[in-house]
């Protein structure tokens, strides 16, 4: 029978407080209860080998059964533990930082070690022939290899996948035909989040077996690509002209590595163009391709070529139409009927300019202009601490100067050329007659100008007196309206 003073009951108890320490401690302690772990195995080390009881051979005390077989236990329990601290160590040590989330090769690290004790202890303690339980383990083997032979394989590929590292966790990644991002990664299968917030589990052989595309590699610049039909019978070298002054309409794409437009491929009844441009963040992937189908339709419209079905013959573009369409975009002109925006179509002039001229100055008191973008490519800058500021870019179809042909508004806004561009210019005068006649009209485009001037870079004089509510602007450009129309509104 065991006794107070023969070690196996220190043992004993030294395992009820690893246990209890194990299951009570607070687990976001990690360095805490490893450091008690580490404690209750140097005790139960001393306490074994004080009492005779090393675990490197057989246990003591044969002719005393229930001793031998407690000593057995602490001896067998001895090598586990270790084999738990050295997986911690190893981990914490040996392992690569970006390895830590990946349960893997801990799984595969801690499986070799605890199986290396559990043949330890088998031969140390237990005195069992190793060589004859290890021909019966791999026939065992053998037989279990052959029953799992898909789960081995996923677990071999995941360990090819890990060692590569073709993706970490929180990558957005497409995999296949499967677009998400990577949630867990462990020895059957990888996890994504996909778009519609599902979990989608992948098997590591499938993955391994098929394209892997990394979203988030190189981590600053991200591609986008979008392809576009056009007809056949317009001339190629228009349609690339206006694709590259699409990209460079938007601001998030990046000058370097330079936007690439090509012809893609040419088929019976159209030719597939394909803009290839990067931006700096993926957040920005999805926003920046959809503004480049727009401005690309923008470009396009500007130079007469209109995205269509290809079976639908093509309508007739003339020049009054394109007046008729850009003075309609404008969004003080949208309450305006047909026969007065044809109205003030007659009195759009057009004006060509040259990359890097000046097309309008807002502080240059000489008239008041509305400016219409026809084509090309513009820049709306102010100046700040000696430097440009670039406010946005002006694409086809886009106004700049709607507050100052409506209220005379003036501020430090200067819109320059960025390619060749073309603009219609509307002057206040023309304006005039239309407002004289319709008061209703004036203050419906003084309602749709103070809705819209906190986007509108026209609109960042603020007024001189009111209050700075919606009520208290909308006032003020009345009053401004008002004196600049000589109007009685």
Not at 247 to 257: H, K
Not at 354 to 370: P, Q
């Amino acid at each position: 029978m065991p006794t107070l003073t023969d070690g196996v009951l220190f043992g004993l108890g030294i395992l009820v407080l690893d246990f209890l320490a194990w299951r009570f401690m607070d687990r976001k302690s990690d360095q805490v209860r490893l450091a008690f772990r580490a404690l209750m195995f140097g005790l139960s080390t001393y306490v074994l080998f004080r009492s005779g009881m090393y675990p490197l051979r057989a246990a003591p005390w044969p002719d005393e059964p229930l001793r031998h077989l407690l000593a057995q236990v602490l001896e067998v329990v001895w090598w586990l533990q270790g084999a738990r601290l050295v997986i911690i160590l190893l981990d914490r040590v040996v392992l690569p930082e970006t390895w830590h989330r990946e349960r893997l090769f801990q799984d595969v690290l801690g499986a070799l070690v605890f199986m290396a004790a559990a043949v330890g202890a088998i031969a140390f303690v237990l005195q069992l022939p190793v060589k004859g339980l290890l021909a019966t383990s791999g026939a065992l083997a053998v037989v279990l290899g052959l029953a799992i032979q898909s789960t081995l394989n996923d677990v071999f590929s995941g360990v090819v996948l890990n060692a590569t590292q073709p993706f970490q966790i929180g990558d957005w990644v497409t995999i296949g035909d499967v677009e998400g991002k990577v949630v867990e990664s462990n020895w059957r299968a990888t996890s994504l989040l996909n778009g519609q917030g599902n979990i989608v589990v992948i098997p590591n052989s499938v993955a391994a077996r098929t394209n892997i595309v990394n979203a988030n590699e190189p981590s600053h610049t991200h591609g986008i690509s979008i392809v576009l039909p056009v007809k056949p019978s317009i001339r190629p070298a228009l349609v690339l002209e206006a694709l590259a002054n699409a990209a460079a309409s938007s601001g998030d794409v990046l000058i370097d590595p330079k936007p690439l437009v090509s012809v893609r491929r040419a088929t019976n009844d159209a030719i597939e163009y394909e803009i290839v441009c990067y931006v700096d963040a993926l957040s920005k992937k999805i926003d920046v391709r959809n503004d480049l189908f727009d401005l690309a339709h923008r470009h396009l419209l500007s130079r007469g070529v209109v995205l269509r079905p290809l079976s639908v013959p093509e309508p007739a573009v003339d020049g009054a139409d394109e007046k008729h369409r850009l003075l309609r975009n404008v969004l003080i002109f949208q309450t305006l009927e047909d026969d007065e925006i044809s109205e003030l179509a007659a009195h759009l002039t057009k004006h060509e300019f040259d990359a890097a001229d000046i097309i309008y100055d807002a502080a240059d008191v000489s008239g008041h202009e509305l400016h219409i973008l026809a084509q090309g490519v513009a820049r709306a800058i102010v100046s700040k601490d000696g430097s440009e500021v670039e406010l946005r870019r002006l694409a086809p179809g886009d106004s700049i100067g709607q507050s100052g042909v409506l209220a005379g508004v003036r501020t430090a806004i200067v819109v320059r050329a960025l390619t060749r561009v073309t603009v219609f210019r509307l002057d206040k005068s023309a304006l005039t007659p239309v407002l004289a006649r319709r008061p209703e009209v004036v203050k419906e485009m003084c309602r749709l100008l103070s809705e819209h001037h906190a986007t509108e870079e026209m609109m960042l004089a603020s007024p001189t007196h009111g209050d700075q509510t919606s009520g208290g602007l909308l006032q003020w450009i009345r009053e401004g309206v008002r004196r600049f129309h000589e109007l009685t509104v």
